[in-house]
Nanobody
Framework: QVQLVESGGGSVQAGGSLRLSCAASGSIFSINTMGWYRQAPGNQRALVATITSDGSTYYADSVKDRFAISRNNANNTIYLQMSSLKPEDTAIYYC???????????????WGQGTQVTVSS
């Protein structure tokens, strides 16, 4: 059993910053890719940023140069530093872990429960 727990969401004014954290726990041997997705009301869930176990990153165009994803492989934790926040960044942010390899040598993907980020103008 693997759990992803997000923290760090909240409310901020436009131009402000927030830092999200996501910790994976359980019988984990390794995790290939971890990342952040977001879903605004009425919209589909969309990719924000991902980071692989070797540190390669990918960002959606809408957040490039404003958000930074980082990772600590030792404790299976990722972070999303969000700066210059805009009202359109308002959404529920979900942590994802793809291709989790367990100690039992099984593989699966997992999602966190989500954390709300609200940016007011």
């Amino acid at each position: 059993q693997v759990q992803l727990v997000e923290s760090g969401g909240g409310s901020v004014q436009a131009g402000g910053s927030l830092r999200l954290s996501c910790a994976a726990s359980g019988s984990i041997f390794s995790i290939n890719t971890m990342g952040w997705y977001r879903q605004a009301p009425g919209n589909q869930r969309a990719l924000v940023a991902t980071i692989t176990s070797d540190g390669s990153t990918y960002y959606a165009d809408s957040v490039k140069d404003r958000f930074a994803i980082s990772r600590n492989n030792a404790n299976n934790t990722i972070y999303l530093q969000m700066s210059s926040l805009k009202p359109e960044d308002t959404a529920i942010y979900y942590c994802s872990a793809q291709r989790i390899r367990t100690i039992a040598n099984t593989y699966f993907d997992s999602w966190g429960q989500g954390t709300q980020v609200t940016v007011s103008s």
